[in-house]
């Protein structure tokens, strides 16, 4: 199947359980017209991302340096891990699709995580500080303040990052 998405992009549906990135690149879309200074989104997008980082750290795409390094200083304050991750363009022709303008989702079996920020990013067009967090969103085990069960994974970071950006 193909699609016709809010920006205009034909989509190449290759998996109907990864819907989810679809919706969210046209809330992208839409976010991205209104010219924000900022666009953050939150998805338990993966499983790749899971498998890479684990159940307590989160991973993060943005192609902004500053709001990478603020993000990372932000999560080591408030105890909230995050990574950051590539956008790795050695990878955007896994997106290529010879019937829509992109697949919407990799024609290889290796960087689901990665591909899949990819896909987000052709969304955004005119905001450079975006970030896709890719969260799990749940705890395995207790830790202090968090236990077994439902987790605001990459909150406390972005509330950190947030306060010292904007609030004077």
Request: negative net charge; glycine residues 8%; proline residues 5%.
């Amino acid at each position: 199947d193909v699609l016709a998405s809010r920006k205009g992009l034909s989509v190449e549906i290759g998996n109907t359980d990864a819907e989810g990135r679809l919706v969210l690149a046209d809330m992208l879309s839409e976010a991205d017209d209104e010219n924000p200074d900022m666009v953050l989104d939150f998805a338990t997008l993966t499983g790749a991302a899971r498998v890479a980082m684990g159940p307590e750290v989160t991973p993060f795409y943005t192609h902004s340096d500053t709001l990478a390094a603020g993000l990372t200083e932000a999560a080591q304050a408030a105890h909230d891990p995050l990574w950051r991750m590539p956008l790795w363009p050695g990878y955007d022709d896994w997106l290529d699709s010879s019937i829509a303008d992109v697949s919407h989702i990799s024609s290889s079996p290796m960087g689901g995580s990665i591909t899949a920020a990819l896909f987000l990013a052709r969304f955004v067009d005119n905001c450079h500080d975006w970030v896709h967090f890719d969260t799990y969103a749940w705890n395995l085990k207790p830790r202090a303040g968090r236990p077994v069960g439902g987790e605001a994974q990459a909150i406390r970071a972005v509330y950190h990052y947030l306060e010292a950006r904007f609030a004077g």
